[in-house]
């Protein structure tokens, strides 16, 4: 079965600074990877997917990117913070042997 | 466009009785259903899909939901909760052929002793 490992597992920035926030994913080749952003006390923003290296298919427009350098690495970044990007940022795969998505423990972002 | 509703944003039910959380879904195709369970500062995890044949499934630990494809809902029972069971559980569904999960805007269950 699939394991997905985010990190940081916490982290606060100041506004106008860069992120990196990092997930990979073991157990599972080729899968399609996904970024979500849960606001406090809200549901799930679906950022980003992908169903394959280099392609990235974007759902919201705003400062963020995202990179899949590697099957199973995908990486959601940011030239400079915004306060409004604080929030809980939950990695996630599929695969074709099944129909459901698995999720990684998440990444805390405070931006201050 | 499909979307997911979940109509209770917070249902408090004391210890040991029986709860219902609802889901209604639009969709005009084929759709996978599913429910998550997100305990605080976590990842969301598995609780029971629907894919098709039996339209009611079962989790191990005691939740069951069942699909009804004329009223397009997708509700999660569970006859007797624990205070363990105090989360925040979240309705998705994915159209047949696409990738994207569209995902209601969660429940939180608060199970009072």
């Known amino acids: 079965s699939q394991t997905i490992h985010q990190w940081p597992a916490t982290l606060v920035q100041p506004v106008g600074s860069p992120l990196s926030l990092e997930c990979t994913v073991e157990g599972t080749s080729n899968p399609n990877l996904y970024w979500y952003r849960q606001a406090a006390g809200r549901g799930l923003q679906l950022l980003f997917y992908s169903v394959g290296i280099g392609q990235i298919s974007s759902e919201v427009p705003q400062n963020l990117s995202a990179s899949r350098p590697q099957d199973r690495q995908f990486i959601l970044s940011s030239k400079k913070l915004l306060l409004s990007d604080s929030g809980f940022y939950l990695c996630?795969?599929?695969?074709?042997?099944?129909?459901?998505?698995?999720f990684g423990p998440g990444t805390r972002l405070t931006v201050t | 466009a499909q979307s997911v509703t979940q109509l209770d944003s917070q249902v408090p039910v004391f210890e040991e009785a029986p709860v219902e959380l609802r889901c209604n879904y639009s969709?005009?195709?084929?759709?996978?259903l599913f429910w998550y369970v997100q305990y605080p500062n976590q990842g969301l995890q598995l609780l029971l899909k629907y894919l098709s044949g039996s339209t009611l499934v079962e989790s191990i630990n005691g939740f069951e939901a069942e699909f009804n494809k004329s009223q397009t809902s997708f509700h999660l029972r569970k006859p007797s909760v624990h205070i363990s069971d105090t989360a925040e559980y979240f309705c998705?569904?994915?159209?047949?052929?696409?990738?994207?999960?569209?995902f209601g805007t969660g429940t939180r269950l608060k199970v009072l002793a």
């Open positions: 998705a569904a994915r159209t047949s052929g696409t990738y994207k999960y569209i």
């Open positions: 996630a795969c599929s695969h074709g042997g099944v129909y459901e998505q698995y």
């Open positions: 969709s005009s195709v084929s759709v996978y």
